[in-house]
């Protein structure tokens, strides 16, 4: 049996691949949404900013912005699931935005507002309900101060990205 | 959100042009709703501009900008900032409606991403509140780029509504 590899040469892996993910679209930038790991989950974070904003009275987020974070968590977490395997056999190193697969494509979003977003940051977490060779089916949850308190919810399908196969198996 | 079901089947893309009607912009009710929108920061970081408003439609115009890239392979702009502009021109659909006060939050919105947008080219998308009760307006929304022929997505929202006392 292979002997596990050093805890730091396996987290260095695993970040690096994340951070290429994440680095390479102009849009999660814009945002200001990053991902914290543990394992193989992720969570998304939205960082707050007054660009955010969609409404001054209250204050709250804009309903849009919260839709497109709950969508690039999901975007994300079926990138992450779609390349974990080969991750963590090895097969994918040194990875750039310009090495990784695409992302998949976004065929429907359907975006459930239980709560006013408030001026401060945001969490998702993304739950992937099924995950074909061409289709997935993802289920996304935000909240804020309270994880059992979601300020919104959504599901979405997505077209996966056709993929050359990775490695020598 | 049980109220919308069986509301919000998607509608041919020619029925939201059907109900179009020449606007009156110069009401001060459309002329606050535009104020409004447009003074809203997340609007602002979008760059959205509002072409039309009044009597219950909106039509929102989001110039092409590359910090709005979802996909760097093709430079296609990201579903997430298509999904505000949609929002956006909903909600000002709705508070521009004659029954509505100024005031709307989103209840559900769905979106279908039928093609991506081409890069370089600003999405317009015009918003019909289509159906309002005491509590909840209902509207459609089809966003196009330069090819007018197939919307690059379309979507059904249910919003809240205050009725003008």
Known sequence: ?169 | MRVIAGQCQPLPRSDVRRIHKPMDTTDEKSQRVRAFMEALPHCRALGLEMTEIGGGQAVMRMPYNPALVGDPATGVVAGGAVSALMDSCGGAAVMCHPKAVASTATLDLRIDYMRAATPGQAITTRAVCHHITRSVAFVRAEAFDDDASTPVAVANGAFTVEMQS
């Open chain 1, 1 to 169: 049996m292979k002997r596990p590899e050093p805890i730091q040469i396996v987290k260095q892996r695993r970040d690096a691949a994340l951070a290429a993910l994440i680095e390479g679209v102009p849009y999660i930038q814009f945002m200001g949404i990053g991902f914290e790991r543990r394992g193989d989950e992720l969570t998304g974070i939205l960082h707050f900013d007054e660009k955010l904003i969609g409404n001054m009275m209250l204050p709250a987020l804009h309903g849009g912005a919260t839709a497109a974070f709950l969508e690039v968590t999901a975007t994300i977490t079926l990138s992450w699931a779609m390349i974990w395997d080969d991750l963590e056999r090895g097969d994918l190193q040194d990875l750039t935005p310009q090495t990784l697969p695409r992302l998949p494509k976004t065929i429907d979003f359907t975006v459930d507002y239980l709560r006013a977003g408030l001026p401060r940051d945001a969490y998702a977490r993304a739950r992937i309900n099924r995950k074909g060779r061409r289709y997935a089916s993802v289920h996304v949850e935000g909240w804020q101060d309270n994880r059992d308190r979601l300020h919104a919810q959504a599901t979405g399908h997505f077209l996966m990205p056709t993929r050359p196969t990775v490695g020598n198996g």
